[in-house]
């Protein structure tokens, strides 16, 4: 096998893992934001009516009666960045190999989250618009946004080289492929088995 072969394949191992990576950490991080809502749901005594969790769209969860709804508004993008982080650093106590995929999830959830409110100061949407008509200050979206943007890159530094990417990249490892592939499927089967009209 040439050496331009090699490269070739490693740049296509690298590409599919970037992608998995990605779809995975996408569908995932909606899981966790909005099991935060369903939480401070529970907690305060609302109602979930509907959880919409499916490939097809973007999730939501639907409360009421909602007697503290800024409460449950705020569940989602909290505890969709602190699972995720927890989940992080328990992974990298017990030293697992493969960690690095797991860091690129949390980096991913805090950035995906951050960014959802961050961007409220400009376009809001979604959880941010509720925030700002629930009388939350723009300025609180932002702070949240930068930190949980910042938190997410820094968790991202140091981990090119375990995807294939930079000078010191390492050979991707294709059980990686394998695992990440099975999970994108079971997580779009198991949630278009339970999802319902939107």
Known sequence: MSIKQIDTNQHFKVAVLAVLSCSVSWLAMQIVHEFGH?????VSGATVTKVVLSPLSISRTDVSPNPYPLFVVWGG???????????CLLVHRIRWKHRHLVRFFAGFCLIANGAYLGMGIVKPVGDAEVLLNLGTPRWLLGLFGVIAVGTGLWFWNGIGNRFGIGKSADDVDFREIVTLSLLVVLIVVMELALSSPV
Do not use: D, N, Q, Y
């Open 38 to 42: 369903v939480m401070h749901a529970l």
């Open 77 to 87: 993008p909290l505890w969709g960045c602190l699972l995720p982080l927890m989940f």
